[in-house]
């Protein structure tokens, strides 16, 4: 039985009717760029995130991107960001021509590492860019208390985490402000790209406003040189539909987590996620360790499994920072992340039986390829 990594014929199959209604809702108004569907997509997302504010934008990246800018970041300018992340936190920092200064996670959550911090903040520093990974939140407390103590600002990037709590409070409304992405792949997807800002800070979101629809808050007096960046009427008019389902569908990926740590809980090479007890995941992606990472996921590929790596390069190794003077050894526990993590079969649609299917082959390849642990920092 074949079990692909992601499924995305389920999704519509369950909202077919809803989103078909959507896609025709959209038709009729005649109404394509900023309009009725993207304004109430604003309001009900910042009441799923316990915001005031939502201001939906072209994407993720430019999410962040346009926060940084909102927030007057740039040109010698320094913002934290974590060694271990998918490579678009980085790049929203470069845009502005600020630099990202990285900070090592913890490998057991996979998210920044609140002691590490202080030791990485300089006078040029502006913010800390926290990232949920893998949709587990990262631990916000004592990133809020240090940010406080050196008047930075706290920037989440809440790509992989929409539903996700932090002792009891959602991500996206747990810093200064959050960038989302709605990309097809992410819990609450879009059918295209897509993206939001979330923040409690008026100001901030009125700079956002302006600057992702050319600088202009009336047509045609263009006040700052903005950007093309909206969130797109036909996206948000199924983001709408998406979002009713958004808990319901978080729930069911919690339910597999729940069964893959059951059944691997002790196995000595196969390393789960740790889940501290303040977090309350989504499981964007199930992510495990283990010594032989290649082989593991060639003997899964074999039998049928799809399985992804997030990410294989880490960023300050990747060609995009080639010029960061960055080397090998520099940021070792990302290094060593890249080398052993590997994302199994999670999503809605993902049946027990299936699940079933991708513990007994994972059982299976761990047995065959048996060797004491290598490699994996505790
Ligand atoms: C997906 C993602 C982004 C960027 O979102 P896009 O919508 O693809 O631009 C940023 N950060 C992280 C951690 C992501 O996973």
């Known amino acids: 039985m074949k079990v692909p990594f992601l ?18 809702r959209f038709m ?37 991107y346009l926060i940084l800018r909102a927030y007057g970041i740039g040109k010698g300018d320094e913002v934290i960001v974590p060694s271990n992340t998918y490579i678009a936190t980085w790049l929203a920092v470069s845009y502005t021509d600020a630099v990202p200064v990285p900070v090592e996670c913890n490998p057991r959550t996979f998210n920044l590492d609140p002691d590490r911090i202080a030791a990485a903040i300089t006078p040029k520093t502006k913010a800390i860019m926290p990232v949920h990974l893998y949709g587990q939140p990262a631990d916000m407390d004592p990133i809020n208390t240090i940010a406080r103590k050196h008047g930075l600002k706290v920037i989440e990037d809440n790509a992989q985490a929409q539903g996700a709590r932090y002792k009891g409070r959602r991500t996206g409304s747990l810093g200064d402000a959050a960038g989302n992405s709605f990309y097809p792949g992410k819990n609450l997807g879009a059918y295209g790209d897509a993206g ?86 989504v499981w964007h992606l199930f992510v495990v360790r283990h010594p032989q990472r290649d082989r593991l996921q060639q003997t899964l590929t074999e039998a049928g499994i799809g399985t992804m790596i997030h990410y294989p390069v880490p960023p300050h190794l990747s060609g995009a920072y080639a010029d960061g003077g960055w080397s090998r050894g520099n940021f070792p526990i990302a290094e060593n992340l890249a080398e052993t993590v590997l994302s199994l079969p999670m999503g809605p649609h993902l049946t027990p039986e299936l699940a079933g299917n991708v513990i007994s082959e994972v059982n299976r390849a761990v047995q065959i390829l048996k060797e004491p642990i290598l490699g994996i920092p505790a």
């Open 7 to 24: 499924d995305f014929v389920g999704p519509y199959e369950e909202l077919k009717a809803e989103l078909d209604e959507a896609y025709f």
């Open 28 to 64: 009729r108004s005649a109404w394509y760029v900023l309009g009725k569907e993207v304004e109430a997509f604003e309001q009900e997302f910042a009441a799923y995130c316990g915001v005031k504010h939502c201001i939906g934008v072209g994407n993720g990246l430019e999410a962040l």
């Open 196 to 281: 939001a800002v979330t923040t409690d800070d008026a100001a901030l979101a009125d700079r956002i406003r302006t600057l992702r629809n050319y600088g202009s808050k009336k047509k045609y007096y263009n006040e700052v040189k903005g950007y093309n960046s909206r969130l797109d009427e036909l996206q948000a008019a199924f983001l709408r539909v998406k979002l009713k389902k958004m808990d319901a569908w978080n729930d069911r990926r919690r339910a597999i987590a729940a069964r893959y740590q059951d059944v691997w809980r002790g196995q000595p090479s196969l390393v789960t996620p740790s889940v501290p007890d303040w977090a309350e995941p």
